[in-house]
Structure formats: C-alpha cells, structure tokens
C-alpha cells in the first residue's frame, strides 16, 4: 500500500512528519554503525579485488575451478535452503499444531544446529554419513544408476554421501533448518484456525485449504526463512569442510577455494572468489526480498 | 431451500467442564432464533456443533429428517459467520465471497461468468459495491462483516450460523446493521441461528429467543413471550431489569410484609415467593387498595426516561421505577406505587 501524500507536504519534506522524535539521530546511529560493521570491510573487499587488475580478475572468474566451486556453493545452497522451507515448515506446523508428549523436547532440539559449533557438527555428520558409518553404511547397498537415453543425462546414487556434494547439501541442510523452523512458527501461531474451518464449511476440501488458505498468508515468513537458510549455507564453512572431502571441482566449496587462496598468500585471488560471492548473493535476496515485500503487501502488512 | 435444524438433548464436554448439560431446541425453515445467553454459556460451542466443527459427547442434531453425522462438512451447506470474521487476508473481497463458489467439485461448479454474477449479485445485497478489490485489512469492521455474511451466503446455505456478527462493532454501528439483518432475512428466508449476548439485539432481531445459562435452555419462547413471562428468574434479570421484591401468597394475593401489593394471581402454590417489577412496570398512583408506600430519593436520567430512585420500608434495595409520561414527583415526596406487571417465582 501506498500512502497518497497530500501535493503540498510532499513538496515541502521528504520523510512524514512523525510524532515520534530523534529520526535523524537514530538514522546517524544506524549508518555509522553498519558503516564500521559492515559497508568498511566490505569497501576493503572490493579495493583488494580490484588490485588484482582487470585481466587477472577475468582470469580467475573464468577458471573452471572457480566456477565448479560456485555452482557447488550455490547450488548446494539454494537446494538445501528449498529442502528445509519444506520441511522446517512441516516441522513448524507439528510443533504448533498437535499435542504429544515429547513436543517441548523437539522444539528445543530444533535450535541445536544454532547452538553446536559448526566443526563439531561437521565431524559428527561425517562420521555418520562415512562409508562405514551409521547412516553410511545403510545407504551405500542403495546405489543405482540410470541414463536417459538420448539427451544422455544419467541420474545417480553411487551409495556414497560423504565426501561427495551430496554431503555438501547434508551439512547445509543441517545448519540451515532452525531459520525455517523459527521463522515460521510464530506466524503459524498467530494464524486462526477459524479461517481454516471457514474454508472447510465453504466446501473447500483439505488440499484447497492448505493451498488456498494457509500457506499463502504464510508465504512471507517462509521466504525470510528461506533467505536466511539460503545465506547461512552460502557461507557455511566449518560443518561443510569436513563431509565435503574437498575434492577440487567436485566437492570444494567456495568458501574452502577462498581459504586455500588465502594459504597460497593470493590475497587479490581470494578477494575477487569473495567479491563473486557477495555479488550474487545480495543480488539473490535482494530479489527475494522484493518478491517478499511484494506478498506482504497484499496481506495488508506493507 | 431452508431446511429445519432439530438439537436433540445435546451434550458436550471439555476435559471436564461441562460445556452443554442436554439442549434441545427446533428451528422451524425459515425462522431466525437468537441463541441468547452470558459470556461463557455455551452458545458458541452450541453453534460449533450445529456447525459440525464439534462433535457432541451425547445427542444429536438434525436437519430435517438426516442426522448431521451422516453429512459431511461440505453437504451440510452451512453458511457460517464467525464473530471475528475469519476472512481470508490475502484475497480480496471479490475473491473470498467468491471462494466457496470456486471449492465446488468440477461438475457441480459454476462458470466464471456466473461467479462473478453471483459475486456482484451479493456485492449489491450486502452493500459492498465498489470495494471488490479491497482486502480486509482496507475495510472497517462493519463492512468486514458484511463480507463475511456474502461469503456465507454465496453457497446458498440451508442454514444461517451467525456468532455474535455484531459483536465487534460500535453501538451506532450495530443499531444499523440489526435493521438491515432483519430485512435481509425477510428477503432470503434462510433458517437462521443467531448468537448474540446483548438481550435487545435478540428481542428486536428473532422470531424466537432462546436462553442458554450455564450450559442449559432456560426458556424458548417470541420475544414478547420471554419478556413478559420469564419462566426463571435467570431469564426476567438477564432481558432487562428489574426488582425484586420478597413477598408471601397467600391465596391470589401477594403480600409485601402485610401489605398486599399485587393480586388476581393464579398461583396454586402458597408461601414465600421473589416477585420481578420492571421498572416501567411501576406506577405512582394517588390511592389504591394495592399499593406500596414509598419515598422518591433520587432521581435521574437514563437514555430517553427519566427514572426515579424510591425507598421503601423494610426493603434495603430502591425500586428503579420508570418516569415515562407520568407527572414527575418532587425529590423527597411520599408517593405510592402501584405494580402493574410482575413475575412471580417460589423461593428456593
Ligand atoms: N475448546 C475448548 N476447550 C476447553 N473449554 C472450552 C472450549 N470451548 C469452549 N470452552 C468452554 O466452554 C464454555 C462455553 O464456551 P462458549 O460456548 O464459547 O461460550 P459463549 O459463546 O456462550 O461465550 C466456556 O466456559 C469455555 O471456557
Ligand atoms: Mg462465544
């Protein structure tokens, strides 16, 4: 929703006249500090890559290392961030939803993944997920193979999740699931159930009412938490290192190449990986964020 | 259209509060029953069970001859108002009066044309036109609940559930829109079951009042029926008030200390008794054999009336007693009062 401003005040200010004081003082406050937080550092990032020079700086955009290492970042990132948006909201609706002994227990272990330092959990899940371990060693019998014929497209499961970027995606997924779950929650909360049964005497059977009714007024909370799960697993560094394997252009995150550059003292190489990564980034949940404020919006909370 | 709805000896209960105690209540096709009782008395649960959003622990509900169990929630065709609307936020008006024209299974759904007919039509009957692409959070509360009615009706219930629709809404406001329900129900004719706590919503709205207290009916009966003749005194204080006076028959006469005050009773039953008056049930009259002595101590305005204050020996409350178009007495006066209309209770 637009507020219309009336012609003559528009003209004469550009901010609405509130009757709440100290807008230019906490506007001050808030710029310095995610000037000193945030937009420095970054700064410095930026005037580090561009000391590389332009040749350098295509050359290690396009090296084939480079780009494996982003497709898996982001890849791996936007896939575990849809895996958790659905399951954290699933989660979400059993803990808000239903009573059953044991409920304040899960909803407590939801934040785990919050509190664990993130090597720890990195070493717990590739022990788990090794060939040998629990987990691993169940699913290595369940390997399978198959080729679509002409476009010669195979699709597989080799049994192995350690070590490969499918472990990538377990450990971003581990990591990212207390946002969905955290940011969903409240709002199913706060939802009436009443509209549920509204639509249900209208005649709408269940599957229109999860579509129609209640996951549309909870669209909002889920892209935040997507984003948030999305972000925190671009980043992710100390859970994924150690299931990833780090096999250079199959399983080397983003991340590790910056670090490995950084070991190898290519300061200006490591700064324009970071740079790339900042750029899509904010550029995907700027996109998101739109697409958000957009839903908002139309549910009256814009 | 309009099928009757039949509570048999409902019972229900929360863990183990007893919400209804046996309630049984017929709405004739067509009828508008007000479901009137206080906070907490069970009214909304009694709703929910028509409904078939509760099932009840013992009893049944009918409409017409089918027992509602049979039915499920879609075949019931239940157009059920909610009393804090339960619209859906993130459609617009058009599309949530529309939506249970939309949720039909294929063969039996409308065309898009005809939705939008029928939309428009109920637009124009709640008095909405124009706001279709509005969203609820863009309307005010009247108007939000008018949406909600057209939603109701748009599936052309066989019964009418509306809970405290006026709830909500400022007094101006709700004064407006009684009128218009009642209109509107003379249009349509849809059996309808109407909750409200606010007595003078009730007897101005229903063909029939019907008082739920504490998870029991205590009267069923026309406005003028339940008004003037309470079957408990639950009902006489809760439709307005009254005052109470201790009394004793004696044959067809009722004593006030050894004073008679009222008579012509009909009472079988001697002994103790609580008499209701109302207070426009009072008269102040120069001399009669059947009255009661009093002094005027205060006197005050209320809303159109005026309405004084009387003390009368041995009673520790004053009599309210209405000024209607009667000559106003001065304060202190000696005055007597004579009692025109009461209701009788034995005392328990
Ligand atoms: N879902 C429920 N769980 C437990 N108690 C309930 C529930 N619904 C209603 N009650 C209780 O039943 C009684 C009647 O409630 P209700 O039908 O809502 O009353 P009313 O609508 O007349 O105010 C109240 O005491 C209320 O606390
Ligand atoms: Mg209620």
């Known amino acids: 929703m637009t507020l219309a401003l009336p012609a003559a005040s528009r003209s004469s200010s550009w901010r609405q006249p509130s009757i709440l004081p100290g807008f230019g003082l906490s506007l001050g406050i808030t710029i310095s500090a995610l000037s000193l937080i945030v937009l420095i550092p970054l700064a410095a990032l930026f005037l580090k890559a561009a000391s590389a020079g332009p ?89 399978f193979k198959f080729t679509i014929p002409l476009i010669d497209l195979s699709i597989g499961f080799d049994g192995k999740v350690a070590y490969t970027p499918l472990g990538v995606m377990v450990a971003l997924i581990f990591i990212g699931l207390p946002f969905v779950v955290r940011t ?5 909360e706060e939802a009436e159930v009443e509209t549920e049964e509204a639509a249900a005497l209208l005649g709408a059977s269940r599957l229109r009412t999860i579509f129609r009714v ?54 200006a190489g490591a700064s324009v990986v970071a740079m ?27 | ?79 059920f108002v909610f009393q804090h609307y339960a619209l859906f936020k993130h459609m617009n008006v058009a599309a949530n009066i529309a939506f249970g024209l939309k949720a039909r299974p294929r063969l039996e759904r409308p065309g898009n044309a005809e939705i939008d007919k029928r939309v428009s039509d109920l637009m124009e009957l709640v008095q909405l036109k124009g706001l279709e692409r ?40 709700r004064k407006d829109l009684r009128g218009w329900l009642r209109d509107l129900h003379r249009r349509t004719g849809h059996t309808t079951l109407f909750v409200t706590h606010d007595q003078e919503e009730a007897l101005e709205l229903a063909d029939r009042v019907a008082i739920l207290n504490e998870g029991r009916l205590e009267q069923v009966g026309s406005p003028d029926d339940v008004y003037d003749h309470p079957a408990t005194p639950f009902v006489c204080e809760f439709l307005g008030e009254a005052n109470k006076l201790p009394v ?31 207070p426009q049930h009072l008269r102040i009259v120069d001399d009669a054999p059947l009255s009661l002595p009093g002094v005027v101590e205060d006197i005050r305005r209320n809303g159109a ?44």
């Open chain 1, 55 to 143: 040749a350098d700086i295509w050359a290690i955009v396009t090296s084939s290392r480079t780009q494996a290492a982003l497709r898996l970042s982001f890849g791996a990132a936007a896939f575990s961030a849809i895996v958790n948006a659905i399951f954290g909201l699933i989660i979400a609706w059993v803990l808000v939803r239903y009573r059953f002994p044991g409920r304040r227990l899960l909803d407590a272990a939801v934040d785990l993944p919050f509190a664990l330092p993130t090597a720890v959990a990195g070493i717990s899940l590739a022990a788990i997920y090794a060939p040998n371990g629990w987990i691993g060693s169940l699913l290595a019998p369940l390997s």
């Open chain 2, 134 to 173: 509005r969203f609820p959070v863009q309307l005010s509360g009247g108007q939000r609940q008018r949406v909600a009615l057209a939603r109701a009706l748009a599936i052309e219930p066989r019964v009418l559930l509306l809970d405290e629709p006026f709830g909500a809404l400022d007094a101006k406001v």
């Open chain 2, 248 to 278: 004793k028959v004696v044959g067809s006469q009722a004593f006030f200390g050894d004073r008679p005050v009222l008579g012509g009773l009909q009472q079988n039953q001697g002994g103790p008794a609580s008499l209701y008056v109302r």
């Open chain 2, 1 to 79: 259209m309009s099928v009757a709805v039949t509570v048999e000896s409902i019972q229900k209960s929360f863990a183990n509060f007893a919400a209804l105690r046996g309630v049984s209540l017929d709405v004739q096709p067509g009828e508008l029953v007000a479901l009137l009782g206080p906070s907490g008395s069970g009214k909304t649960t009694l709703l929910r069970l028509v409904a078939g959003l509760e099932q009840a622990d013992g009893g049944r509900v009918l409409f017409d001859e089918t027992d509602t169990r049979q039915l499920s929630l879609r075949d019931r065709r239940i157009g």
């Open chain 1, 276 to 302: 790339i990564m900042l750029i899509v980034s904010f550029t995907l949940i700027l996109a998101i964020n739109a697409i958000q404020a957009w839903s908002r919006g139309r549910l009256g909370h814009g």
């Open chain 1, 184 to 188: 969903v929650q409240p709002v199913l």
């Open chain 1, 214 to 267: 209640i996951l549309p007024g909870i669209v909002p909370a889920l892209l935040t938490g997507f984003v948030l799960a999305f972000a925190r697993a671009v980043g992710e560094y100390g859970s994924v290192i150690f299931i990833a394997g780090n096999v250079p252009m199959v399983s080397e995150i983003a991340p590790l190449l910056i670090v490995i550059k950084l070991e190898g003292f290519d300061y």
């Open chain 2, 305 to 348: 009336l005026r309405r004084a204050e009387v003390a009368v020996q041995g009673l520790a409350k004053r009599l309210d007693v209405d000024l209607a178009s009667q000559v106003a007495p001065a304060l202190g006066e000696r005055i007597r009062l004579r009692i025109t209309h009461g209701s009788l209770f034995a005392a328990a």
